[in-house]
Every structure is written in C-alpha cells, then in structure tokens.
C-alpha cells in the first residue's frame, strides 16, 4: 500500500461564486481576494508538508489554476455532482481538505498522514461543526452519503458513520474555517 493522497479541493475565485458568505461583508471581489490568499495558503502548506497531492478543481478548466497557482501543479476536474458525490471520486488512501483554513500547517498535514499508518480514518473537526480534513485508508463513500453538509452536525455525523463501521476515530486539534467576517478576526492577512 501507497501512502495517501493529499486531495485538496478548490474552487476558481470568481467573483460573485466564491465564498459568497463572505459577500455581505466585503463584496464580490473582496470575497474572491480572500478566497485566492486561502487558496494559495492552502497549496503553499501542502508544498511545504511534502506529501504528494493534487488539487480538485471546479469553476474554471485545470489549466487556469496551474498558470495561477504553478504549471507543476497535479490538477482533477472534480466532475458533476455535488459535493458527496465530487469527495466519493477520491480514491484511498487519502487525505481530503478544502482551501480555507488558514490555521493548517505542514505539522497537522504530517500528523494526519502519520495517523493513517496505524488508524483507518482521521478527522480534523472545524469550529463550526465540520471539517477541515479527512484521511482514509479504504473507500469511504459512505462517508459522503447523504450528508446535511454546511450543518454544525457534519463532523459528528461524519464520525458516527465510521464509527458504525469498526473504525475508531482519531481526532486533531480543532481550527477553524473562513465562512463569515467573523472568522477573520483572528486572520487579518487574508482580508482584500
């Protein structure tokens, strides 16, 4: 068995399409400007862990984000569907995550990859009640399934289902997201 993946998913910073919750706040293209700081923090990190990985894409055709973002960048539509069925495409073992959560470090990425070695699923739980990351060693689509995303109840529901399976759950340290103003408060580098 290979190490895992790390499947980073991305959407194209348009404006008016990306973070639009951020959009009250700071308008369309402030809202894409942060959006871009998070994406690009996000693949800076993973550049810096080391761990292979490729960015899952929608919003634009892949080769808009390699001339963004790095022509030797691995870049994969994320195809039709929503987001269960764009997650369930990534084959295991892998390290799934989005692109904003500006607290995630080489270190976290190192710890999830590390805890797949020896445990079958790792989760890093956001502040809102999602997460940030999931890592898995086997086909996880159940994982996906039906799931009432953007809900505070992902992460605990996301545990239940691989605990209903025989899997223990390791856990991260908790961070958080960028999905409202309020969540750069502690980030004041990714404002527009």
Request: charged share 25%.
């Amino acid at each position: 068995m290979h190490g895992p993946t790390l499947s980073i998913f991305a959407r194209w910073p348009e404006p008016g399409k990306a973070k639009t919750r951020l959009i009250p706040e700071f308008g369309e293209e402030g809202a894409a400007a942060i959006y871009s700081r998070l994406l690009a923090h996000t693949v800076g990190v993973a550049r810096a862990s080391g761990i292979p990985f490729e960015l899952r894409v929608t919003g634009a055709h892949p080769d808009a984000f390699k001339s963004g973002l790095g022509e030797d960048l691995t870049v994969v539509d994320q195809g039709d569907g929503d987001l269960s069925d764009k997650l369930a495409r990534v084959e295991a073992p892998a390290i799934v995550i989005g692109s904003d959560c500006p607290g995630l470090t080489p270190q976290l990425l190192w710890a999830a990859h590390d805890t797949l070695a020896k445990e079958e699923m790792v989760i890093g739980p956001a502040r809102d009640g999602g997460y940030y990351l999931l890592g898995f060693n086997s086909d996880a689509g159940f994982a996906f399934k039906d799931m009432p995303w953007s809900t505070e109840r992902v992460f605990e529901e996301t545990v239940r289902r691989f605990v209903r399976r025989g899997m223990r759950a390791a856990v991260l340290p908790e961070l958080s997201d960028i999905d409202t103003a309020a969540d750069l408060e502690d980030w004041p580098d990714f404002l527009p």
